[in-house]
């Protein structure tokens, strides 16, 4: 697989899906159907309810969700810190690391059962040219190492372009956000 990939399933031909939520269910039900590929960028996996329904609708089998090494940091770091901002007082204590360690381990566990890791290193694939965010460059990379035909993000300022027919994508590549946030 390129890039150190692990999976074995091919990328969807045919037909772009307007929408998560109506490409998920048009697998519903079919054995052999076209795995849906998306990656999944971090501001999709900080809200719990959002991360909660990604992971169900994947261990469902209706999308491949990606992620590389980089967007598993950024979640981890966003929550560690939201995690010490709850506490009283910033409560540094030993006892409350270990819950926080705790806490981050298990939403780990769950996590890297459900979706695939894909590597990318710099130099990174080139992106479009309104793409000004340069931590959002190894998404974009993502998305092309794992034949992704999705990237979900709430982070909607650094989509691509908007094209005609109202979708937001780069090389065949469609960034959305997830249906109903």
Not at 47 to 72: D, K, M
Not at 101 to 124: D, K, N, R
């Amino acid at each position: 697989m390129p890039n150190g990939e692990r999976n074995d399933r091919e990328p969807q031909t045919g037909g772009a899906e307007p929408t998560a939520s109506s490409a998920a269910s048009a697998v519903i039900g079919q054995a052999n159907a076209p795995v849906i590929r998306a990656v999944l960028d971090t501001s999709a996996l900080v809200p719990p309810h959002l991360r909660r329904e990604l992971q169900v609708a994947a261990q469902a089998g209706l999308f491949a969700g990606y992620w590389s090494p980089w967007i598993i940091a950024e979640p981890n770091h966003v929550l560690t810190w939201r995690w010490i901002e709850r506490t009283t007082l910033p409560d540094l204590s030993r006892a409350n690391e270990r819950r926080c360690s705790v806490a981050a381990h298990t939403m780990m566990e769950f996590l890297l059962t459900t979706f695939q890791l894909v590597e990318t290193l710099p130099p990174y694939p080139p992106a479009w040219e309104a793409l000004a965010d340069r931590w959002d460059h190894p998404v974009w990379a993502a998305a092309k190492v794992s034949q992704a035909q999705y990237v979900v993000s709430e982070n909607t300022h650094d989509f691509p372009s908007q094209e005609a027919d109202g979708q937001y994508r780069h090389e065949g590549i469609e960034y959305m956000r997830y249906p109903d946030t």
